[in-house]
């Protein structure tokens, strides 16, 4: 039976029914708490003119904020541990063994929705049940970390950057389908089919799965382990040694201030997940399901072909170096939160939107970066740490960002997009930093190549691997 090496489906099926959640959850939630407040008329009359009822609106609004930082935190803390330890474990049982994980605890995920869907007038925690159930299994996190990890071991340094931008653009494009179709099939049909189809997509996932060739053999020389042998402290303590490492010239520098950028880039797509819809579903907009899933699909279509544009033009064509098209996807994101607090009806908020086109590259960008910088036994533990940095900042950013809009819903309810607009100024600076810093170490290498043990940034290198001659190369990290 032929296998391959091509992960983009799987991060594409799981992202897509992730996302059709994600705007469909919020109104399952809202509806839930409304229908435990109030009966089913006045929930209707409360959704359809929430103008009449500003006061139910804004605590039915706060309510469900408070159930979405409920479950941030299930959905952060149990899979953070378990990437890392999953991470660990994949140096002896190989990559593909974790990447199926996420998809297990997605199909189980689906499952507790259907049935919250079936009984929506049932409490909002069992939603919680559900989630605590899937999120041993990794989720978003041990995705994340196991396919950008599978796609390092395969791919050569100097195409690094070019496949990270190409795997990240698989989260966007399944983003934009997954929004336009969530909230499509919950207008026309109803929450139960939106969560029976993303059942039916994990199931097909697992199929492919099975067909997905390991991408490298053991590199530990040591007999394989158990699951539970993993659960040790010293497995933490390796993941995190990545960052006090020391190294040459500035690279140790460039690390930090590199998880730096990192963190800002995911409290920006943070916020977009989490003030977005409650900020739509307020006055002046308002807006139905369907037009959510335009405006979200809308965004996220347009970070997936930002990202390939700016990937073949800039990246490919024109040899920019990355840290110049960080600054790019940095000023594009202050456009884009700054145009939608100021936006005052519906063309302005889509036309805020366009400014998607830039923002989807930088996180791409910096994994592609990381992952040049780090040694070929240091992929696992990188990846694991920055999906863990991602999923953690994501959860503060959650937490911090709900709240704000929260206190300030009653007096402007833009005003957390002007504050996170205005913040973009600080990992712009960073990366004018950065530029700084790797310039020195150019000219250190130009000068005294061998004062860098380590091999230079544009070498190639992946692992031997007779079935793919095509990234076989003898400089190894």
């Known amino acids: 039976m ?63 904020a408070k159930w979405k930082v409920y479950l941030s935190i299930v959905r952060t803390i149990p899979p953070v541990i378990m990437t890392i330890i999953y991470s660990s474990w994949s140096d002896y049982v190989g990559r593909k063994n974790v990447i199926v994980l996420p ?63 190409i795997l990240e653009s698989m989260i966007y494009i399944a983003g934009a389908i ?44 040591q007999k394989k382990k158990s699951l539970l ?34 963190s800002f880039s995911s409290l920006y797509f943070m916020t977009l997940n989490s003030a977005t ?10 807006f139905l399901p369907t037009q959510i899933g335009y405006f979200l699909g809308g965004t996220l279509l347009l970070k997936f072909l930002g990202s390939l544009f700016i990937n073949l033009v800039f990246v490919h064509c024109l040899k920019m170096r990355d840290f110049y098209v960080m600054l790019i996807s940095f000023t594009t994101y202050t456009g884009l939160f700054i145009s939608m607090a100021a936006a005052k009806n519906d063309w302005q908020i889509y036309s805020a939107g366009a400014w998607s086109f830039g923002v989807g590259v ?25 999906s863990s940095v991602e999923v953690l900042v994501s959860l503060f950013s959650g937490v911090t960002i709900t709240s704000i809009y929260k206190a300030t819903v009653d ?24 530029i700084k810093l790797e310039n020195e170490d150019r000219k250190r290498e130009d ?9 230079p940034l544009l070498k190639s290198q992946t692992f031997n691997k007779e079935s793919n001659d095509d990234y076989s190369s003898t400089d190894n990290l």
């Open 411 to 434: 007096i402007e309810p833009a005003f957390v997009f002007y504050l996170v607009g205005a913040s973009s100024i600080l990992p712009f600076c960073l990366t004018l930093y950065l």
């Open 103 to 165: 998809v297990i605890g997605s199909s189980i995920s689906a499952m507790s929705f259907i049935l919250n869907s079936q009984y929506i007038q049932s409490p909002v925690y069992y939603i919680l049940v559900g989630e605590l159930f899937a999120a041993p299994f990794g989720n978003f996190v041990a995705m994340i970390s196991a396919t950008f990890c599978y796609a390092a071991d395969i791919t050569p340094i100097s195409f690094r950057t070019q496949r990270t931008v």
């Open 277 to 286: 819809i409650l900020y739509l579903l307020h006055t002046p907009f308002q």
């Open 229 to 262: 042998e993993m659960f040790t402290l010293e497995t933490f303590t390796k993941v995190f040694k990545f960052l006090s490492k020391s190294r040459d010239g500035n690279r140790r520098s460039i690390i930090w201030t590199l998880f730096v950028c990192f």
């Open 2 to 64: 032929r296998k391959t090496t091509i992960i983009e489906p799987i991060l594409f099926g799981f992202m897509f029914c992730r996302y059709m959640l994600l705007d469909t959850e919020d109104q399952l939630i809202y509806m839930k708490t409304c229908l435990r407040a109030f009966n089913t008329s006045f929930c209707d009359a409360i959704y359809q003119n929430g103008t009449a009822f500003k006061a139910e609106q804004s605590e039915l609004q706060n309510e469900s």
């Open 362 to 386: 930088a996180i791409a960008v910096i994994r592609g970066k990381l992952s040049k910088i780090a040694a070929f036994d240091e992929q696992g533990r990188l990846f694991s740490l920055i």
């Open 178 to 221: 997954g929004h336009f179709s969530g909230g499509q099939i919950l207008y026309n049909f109803g929450f139960q089919y939106v969560y029976g189809l993303t059942l039916f997509i994990d199931i097909l996932q697992i199929i492919y799965w099975m067909f997905i060739e390991e991408s490298y053999e053991s590199t530990v020389q």
């Open 447 to 455: 000068c005294c190549p061998a004062a860098f043990e380590g091999t």
